[in-house]
C-alpha cells in the first residue's frame, strides 16, 4: 500500500519561511509526476505546484518565484520549500502522486493523481 506522508507544516508570521516535506513508500520516482496541492479555509483544493519524474516542474501563479519543488529519489521524498509566505497562503497542504505513466504535459489537477497525503497546516499570520 502506497502511503505519503506530510510534514513541516506551522505557525509562520508573513514573511518568513517554511519547508514542507513528504515522504513516500514508492520504490521509484520514475515515469511518475509529484505535486503539491492546497485547500484554504472554505475553499476547493487548489494546485501549488508540481515536477516530472524527469526534472521539469510548474507552478501556481501566485507562488511562482517563491515556492520551489523538487525531489530526492534517493531517499523517496518530495519538498516544497515556501518562502515570502503571505497570509494567503494559509491552507492544508497535500502532497499527491501518479502511478507510472507517460503524460505530455504536468498535470494539475487533482483527478490526475492517483495517491495523496493526509495533509500538514500552515497558518501564516499578518
Known amino acids: 500500500q502506497v502511503q505519503l506522508v506530510e510534514s513541516g507544516g506551522g505557525l509562520v508570521q508573513a514573511g518568513g519561511s517554511l519547508r514542507l516535506s513528504c515522504a513516500t513508500s514508492l520504490r521509484t520516482f520514475s515515469r511518475r509526476a509529484l505535486a503539491w496541492f492546497r485547500q484554504p479555509p472554505g475553499s476547493e483544493r487548489e494546485f501549488v505546484a508540481a515536477?516530472?519524474?524527469?526534472?521539469?516542474?510548474t507552478y501556481y501563479d501566485s507562488v511562482k518565484g517563491r515556492f520551489t519543488i523538487s525531489r530526492d529519489g534517493a531517499k523517496n521524498t518530495m519538498y516544497l520549500q515556501m518562502n515570502s509566505l503571505k497570509p494567503e497562503d494559509t491552507a492544508v497542504y497535500y502532497c499527491a502522486a501518479t502511478d507510472p505513466r507517460w503524460v505530455p504535459d504536468i498535470p494539475d489537477t487533482p483527478s490526475a493523481y492517483d495517491y495523496w497525503g493526509q495533509g500538514t497546516q500552515v497558518t501564516v499570520s499578518s
Open positions: 515536477i516530472r519524474w524527469s526534472g521539469g516542474s
